[in-house]
């Protein structure tokens, strides 16, 4: 058969020729696709992402839960009897401010009652000098840039602060008189705490002051990070615990109604100082023990779930 020269060649490159596509190639395995059958269940992956975050409480019957409650609650108390002397020797240096004039009848009737005002100008010096420094008025946030250190991530850095800030002066609208309040207290006290977390109702981050009485740890606990149990004496009223309940945040149970509230001799104290006492309406102050703790659940079993052996 002759050749014909008359026929032209491109030069085409080898990587300018198109591969063919996947669809067509079969040498090419296929990209898995995730397909969900109607009245499957989801991966084992997924379900233990679920049942991590998921309200044990939810999983136990009355009776555990019950037993369980008990049996923290006699823990507090004795938590909360082993600093028992704590409370008595800090109440009766609440006295020493002098915040209230009492009438003397020792060593005689009408004797002096003025109490030299010492205690209570250090502690209005410290909070002020404390307020000022750890509160300024660009912010109490200040990033630093660990390591080596670019024009990029001081940027970012300058970025973080600045919505830090935001957040805490504009947003927070508690953060600044809780702040101020903490101050005044720890110098009485020893110690103040600060809890910082995300309210399921304003749907933003919070920041309130805990005193010292109303945070109760064992009597050998030295670090709080290292504590088997911490005990936070929360007071609410009966409207607030029910909108919590709603939001998720508390199981949806039967509020008891409660009599008196039966206040603690530091808060008597304080109510006594500050010249106020209880009206006649009751609000239902309820006492909720937020408690941090180490428990092995032995009535707690984990909702079966099928092992990947299982789903092949």
Not at 99 to 110: A, I, L
Not at 275 to 290: C, F, H, K, M, T
Request: hydrophobic letters at 35%; a negative charge.
């Amino acid at each position: 058969m002759p050749v014909d020269d008359n026929i032209n060649i491109p030069n085409v490159a080898p990587e300018d020729i198109a591969a063919p596509s996947n669809q067509n190639d079969l040498s090419q395995p296929p990209e898995p696709v995730n397909v969900q059958v109607e009245g499957q269940e989801p991966p084992v992956e997924e379900q233990q992402q679920e049942n991590f975050y998921r309200n044990l409480a939810e999983d136990m019957d009355k009776k555990t839960l019950n037993k369980l409650s008990n049996e923290l609650i006699t823990e507090y108390k004795k938590d909360r009897d082993s600093r028992r002397e704590w409370e008595k020797a800090y109440t009766e240096g609440l006295d020493l401010l002098g915040f209230r004039y009492q009438d003397q009848t020792k060593p005689f009737q009408g004797a002096s009652g003025v109490t030299h005002p010492l205690l209570a100008e250090a502690v209005t010096q410290f909070q002020a000098h404390a307020y000022k420094e750890l509160l300024p008025s660009t912010g109490p946030v200040r990033t630093q840039v660990i390591g080596d250190a670019s024009h990029e991530l001081e940027e970012q850095a300058q970025r973080v602060e600045d919505f830090m800030n935001f957040m805490i002066v504009e947003e927070m609208e508690e953060y600044t008189p809780e702040f101020d309040q903490l101050l005044f207290y720890l110098p009485l006290a020893g110690s103040a705490f600060k809890k910082v977390y995300y309210d399921e109702i304003m749907e933003r981050a919070v920041s309130k002051f805990v005193p010292a009485e109303d945070l109760i740890v064992p009597y050998w606990a030295t670090d709080l990070k290292e504590c088997e149990r911490i005990t936070h004496v929360v007071k609410m009223s009966e409207n607030e615990i029910i909108k919590k309940q709603k939001a998720g945040f508390y199981r949806d149970v039967d509020l008891k109604s409660v009599a008196e509230p039966n206040p603690s001799d530091i808060k008597k104290k304080y109510a006594d100082i500050d010249g106020i006492r209880p009206g006649a309406y009751n609000d239902y102050q309820y006492s909720v023990l937020e408690m941090h703790v180490d428990l092995d659940l032995d009535e707690y079993v984990l909702p079966t779930t099928k092992s990947s052996k299982d789903l092949e």
